[in-house]
């Protein structure tokens, strides 16, 4: 069985196994758990796992990884899948031109691509914990939450208490269907409280509270473990590497790709968890060629695979149409640096970025980097058009998705100088993007982006602009399609509606759990 071994070194904490990096996932010097090795899959492995179906290929890729988990565990976990929208794949891929393909990972419950890895790992959890009793706290900045919430929903776990979420957003941060997807759950092992502050305070409170005595007390003393569903667990990463695969090999099948034919990987991106996964199928030997990281208006991401400088000294978040993506300290990079650099490395990179607020790569280790990596970035105007565009095309976009268009029209122009590969366009160079959300989810933006008007109020200014309910509307009108899941949250009964100071959080979750 593999061990997992640890971003920074082996400190206090010793290596431990997948399940174990599960359950507690933050490793050594605050360091993250990653795989040790990757095997190498073969051609003639990648042919024969076109003909498997997408849990039988996840089945076979944890188990060629050596993951230890045992089949009736795996098996439980991806019935997860069947709830999606198609019971063959969790995921469809479509195609918007003849050398772009597109991958849709929402195709889920909450109709963002957290699903794609929160609802198997739900069930891991559930069924690892072995009837302990434990705490999951979740802050969220709109995707997240809902994501965590369904995945341990009563109904999906059977009737297990043993699992309870905290989940905190930020009261005015959210879309109304993301609020509406967290506030209208009503199972009685989830909580989910509104803070008056934004993402970063509910992520500030969150750390918080992982390192109060009072509060670490109160659950010892209950016999309650805590522990947190973030992006950074590797037992979601796992889940993340799958679909990467599963679509180069089946634009194999159908013809898009000759075998072996690089594609280069497009992914909206912010916590890095989704391009990670990329990464690792990369160098695991499926072909993929450039890995185009996309970001909106925050382009730290941009920065640092342009220049190789991660600097978060002058940076401010901006508030941009695609929040999922507004991040300033992407985690998953982490993961990234250890396996070109090592932990030594990875350590004072990050040591460096904690004291002094950034760090450096020296020209040969950009280089590496660059062979992997390649960015672009999007702003809110631009993003708004290039969903005009596409729907004109009959394509509808979200955000998220729409930054990666504008890397794909950049790239497909200009090449992405991929050895091997022609540097144009024209060549044939061929481009996957990760769809990451459903365009319900983010409907204000797309409904303006599509010439809805923001409604005037009686004194003659413009408004805030439309809710979500009338922009759904208003996109149905023009011909889009709305999923059940979305349309249900609109018509539940709200069970949750705290809003509370964020020095009350603590208090408010330790009432709860007496
Ligand atoms: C979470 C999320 C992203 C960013 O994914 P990372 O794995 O954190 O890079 C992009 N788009 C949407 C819609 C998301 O919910």
New binding site residues.
């Given amino acids: 069985m593999l061990q997992m071994t640890q971003t920074r070194g082996k400190g206090e904490k010793s290596d431990v196994c997948f399940a174990d990096a599960l359950l507690n996932p933050s490793a050594s010097f605050g360091g993250l758990y990653t795989f040790s090795t990757l095997p190498h899959l073969t051609p003639q492995m990648l042919q024969e796992f076109e003909n498997l179906s997408y849990t039988e290929l996840c089945k076979r890729v944890f188990e060629i990884l050596g993951l230890g988990l045992d089949e009736g565990l795996l098996d439980f976990a991806l019935q997860a899948y069947e709830g999606f929208d198609e019971t063959s794949a969790p995921v469809r891929l479509a195609h918007y031109d003849e050398n772009l393909s597109i991958l849709e990972l ?1 195709h889920g419950p909450t109709r ?3 699903d794609m890895a929160l609802q198997p790992f739900g069930r891991l959890i559930q069924t690892l914990a072995r009837g302990k009793q434990y705490l999951i706290l979740v802050a969220t900045s ?3 939450g809902p994501a965590t919430l369904e995945s341990f929903a009563r109904e999906q776990l059977g009737e297990d208490y043993s699992i309870k979420v905290v989940c905190l957003y930020p009261k005015d941060g959210t879309s109304d269907v993301q609020r509406l997807q967290m506030v209208t759950q009503d199972s009685a092992n989830l909580k989910v409280l509104g803070i008056k502050g934004n993402f970063d305070d509910a992520q500030h409170t969150l750390k918080f509270l992982l390192q109060d005595s009072e509060f670490v007390k109160f659950l010892q003393d209950r016999g309650i473990a805590l522990s947190a569903a973030n ?1 950074v667990n590797i037992g979601r990463v796992a889940f ?1 590497i799958i679909y990467h695969i599963w679509a180069y090999c089946q634009l194999c099948k159908d013809g898009t790709l000759t075998r072996m034919q690089p594609l280069n990987l497009i ?10 996964g990329g990464f690792y199928a990369k160098k695991m030997g499926v072909p993929l060629g450039k890995l185009i990281s996309a970001s909106n208006a925050n382009n730290i991401l941009y920065d640092f695979i342009t220049t190789g400088v991660y600097d978060i000294r002058h940076r401010q978040l901006l508030k941009t149409s ?1 929040p ?2 507004d ?1 300033i300290k ?1 985690s ?1 990079v982490e993961r990234v640096l250890f396996e070109l650099f090592g932990a030594r490395r990875t350590k004072e990179c990050m040591r460096s970025l904690q004291d002094n607020g950034v760090y450096a790569l020296d020209s040969v280790e950009l280089e590496a980097l660059q062979r992997y990596f390649a960015a672009s970035f999007c702003d809110d105007e631009q993003c708004k058009s290039l969903i005009a565009k596409s729907f004109a095309k009959g394509y509808l976009l ?1 955000p ?2 729409a930054c990666g268009i504008k890397a794909y029209e950049e790239f497909v122009k200009k090449g992405t100088q991929n050895q091997g590969q022609g540097t144009k366009g024209e060549m044939g160079e061929k481009f996957l993007l990760c769809s ?2 459903e365009w319900s ?1 983010f409907a204000p933006t797309v409904a303006e982006a599509l010439g809805a008007k923001s409604g005037t109020s009686t004194n003659g200014e413009t408004s805030e602009g439309l809710g979500d309910k009338e922009a759904i509307e208003f996109i149905l009108s023009l011909g889009g399609s709305l999923s059940p899941h979305i349309a249900k949250v609109f018509d539940k009964p709200i069970v949750h509606k705290e809003v509370v100071e964020i020095p009350e959080v603590k208090r408010v979750i330790m009432q709860w759990l007496s």
Avoid at 267 to 276: R, T
């Fill in positions: 929402y963002a691509f957290k709109g995707d997240t992006s993340q992914v909206p991106s912010g916590n890095f968890g989704n391009i990670l695609s999922a993506m991040i992407s998953n979200d998220h998705t990451t959300a989810k």
